[in-house]
């Protein structure tokens, strides 16, 4: 059963690992501890491997739609939930409050404070579209073994991660450190979460079409990385639900897809 941890155990790794380097680096280097505003995207050249690897990791998942039916709930679904995510902002609103609680805490240029690194750490490691989807992905690997097909998600964002660990670190120090447990509790209780009502997306035939729709999300994710695109990937996170709500209905009037 601990094996749909398996990428959040990755992630938290990868974290651990990036904010080691960063650490290092921090100490050999004084003037990077004075700098104010050390940058904290990959290099072009990562960002543009990352996102081909995330557009051959959303492949499998495009195709595992069984019917035009299935297809045509993947188009509303993707359709009708960036506009509830529009409307609701979700994407701003995440965004800003990550930038309240920093500024609570002192402010992302305030070097000299820790508990502004641990909270900037937090926000960036956890939320977004990336972890919600996979946890979803994670919680379809079963007690026989693991799978990596269900933690392909997590995988690639672990190693966004160890990028962005090291540079947080640089600015930061060990507080960023201190944010492998959130990461763990964070992750690792939305796939509890999700692990309990994998029955019942099975029972109504929801799954292809969530991978389907997290696939394409995918997809966006990586048109950021590759910089083809800027595109507010949170504000598509109501579509991962729209399937499973759809089918439900559907299947009260007796119609399984």
């Not at 944010?179 to 509790?185: D, I, L, M, P, T």
Request: one cysteine or more; charged letters at 10%.
């Amino acid at each position: 059963m601990l094996w749909k941890y398996f990428g959040t155990f990755v992630n938290a790794l990868t974290v651990l690992l990036g904010s080691s380097v960063g650490l290092m680096l921090r100490r050999k280097s004084a003037h990077a501890v004075e700098k104010k505003n050390v940058r904290e995207p990959l290099p072009d050249t990562m960002m543009c491997c990352l996102g081909l690897c995330t557009i051959f990791a959303a492949a499998s998942g495009l195709l595992g739609v069984e019917s035009g039916a299935q297809a045509i709930v993947v188009v509303a679904s993707m359709v009708i939930g960036l506009l509830i995510g529009y409307w609701l902002r979700i994407d701003d609103r995440i965004n800003g409050l990550g930038d309240h609680l920093v500024k609570k805490t002192g402010g992302a240029g305030d070097v000299s404070n820790p508990a502004a690194g641990f909270v900037t750490a937090c926000m960036l490691f956890c939320i977004g579209s990336m972890t919600i989807l996979g946890a979803f992905e994670g919680a379809r690997n079963g007690a026989g073994g693991l799978d990596l097909n269900c933690h392909t998600t997590l995988l690639i964002k672990s190693l966004l991660d160890l990028v962005s660990s090291s540079c947080l670190a640089v600015t930061y120090g060990v507080s960023v450190m201190a944010s492998v447990a959130f990461v763990v509790v964070f992750q690792g209780g939305l796939t509890l979460l999700a692990s309990f009502i994998q029955p019942f997306l099975m029972e109504i035939n929801a799954l292809p079409m969530v991978n389907c729709v997290g696939s394409l999300m995918l997809l966006c994710i990586a048109m950021n990385l590759l910089g083809l695109r800027k595109t507010k990937t949170a504000d598509f996170l109501p579509a991962i639900f729209l399937p499973i709500l759809i089918c439900w209905v559907l299947g009260l009037f007796g119609i399984r897809l």
